[in-house]
């Protein structure tokens, strides 16, 4: 998104906040928008400090975590406060929690979206991306086995088969299984068939069309050289996929994250 194109976004959710407020309508779910508005803003602004250390490659890794994210907890923080029992305004403030690296408060406010909203499977997926980040393999196994058991999304099947493959286990036949609810083989499921040996390493890149496509191959092989135990090839994999993928793009934050773990 470019920086014309958040600041018309953000005036538009200002100006829909405002609109309601005069009519004395629910604001909670317009403060939550255009928190999620800031969450996304950010761009290539500067390095997170965790990554200025240590090895000179991870320096070129550009990630915000300044003022945008502040003013999106303001705004969800505001939705909470219109309405105490809005599971999306936890989800969004949880998933800022998240990126900041402050995983104690996200899961606490993932605990209360579930709470509110407990058939919701995209809040158990988020759960679970912090708990992987946290390396709590059990507990994303967990909540990636619950957000599948809610919804046929292929990123919650692909994350469960991570998830238990760093525990130690073999997915394969539970991922397979999954694969088989979907009714599109749209993407990611070229990922999932290159998880099964269906594809080749070169078929699975071929199938990434779009750049964000191709910024998830990165962290996805990244990940399937993780659990080889090919650490350098993973390095290289994550470090594509942190620099390429867009700010705000799930794999790119877990690329980071997996990345300071190396």
């Known amino acids: ?131 992987f980040h946290r390396g709590d393999f059990t507990a994303a196994a967990a909540n990636f086995l619950n957000a599948n058991d809610l919804e046929d999304n292929a990123y919650a099947m692909i994350l469960r088969f991570i998830a238990r493959g760093r525990m130690g286990q073999d997915g394969t036949s539970e991922l397979s299984a999954n694969a088989a609810r979907l009714k599109t083989k749209d993407w990611p499921y070229p990922v999932i068939d290159f998880y099964l040996g269906r594809r080749s390493l070169d078929e699975l890149r071929a199938a990434a069309s779009k750049p964000e496509e191709k910024c998830e191959v990165a962290f996805y092989v990244g990940e399937w050289q993780l659990l080889r135990g090919n650490h350098a090839d993973a390095k290289t994999e994550l470090l594509d996929a942190a620099k390429t993928c867009p700010s705000r793009e799930d794999e790119r934050i877990d690329a980071i994250v997996e990345l300071g773990k190396l």
């Open 1 to 131: 998104m470019q920086e014309g194109d958040r600041d018309r976004k953000i005036r538009g959710c200002t100006e829909i906040t405002t609109k309601r407020l005069a009519k004395g309508q629910s604001l909670s779910h317009a403060y939550s928008n255009r928190g999620g508005t800031y969450d996304r803003m950010g761009g290539l602004r500067s390095g997170d400090r965790r990554f200025r250390q240590g090895d000179p490659a991870r320096s070129e890794i550009r990630y915000c975590l300044q003022q945008p994210l502040h003013r999106a907890i303001t705004d969800c923080e505001q939705a909470i406060q219109l309405d105490p029992k809005y599971a999306a305004a936890y989800n969004d403030r949880a998933v800022v929690y998240d990126a900041k690296g402050d995983y104690d408060r996200a899961i606490a406010d993932y605990d209360e979206a579930i709470r509110l909203a407990p058939k919701i499977g995209v809040i158990h997926r988020n759960r679970g991306r912090v708990y």
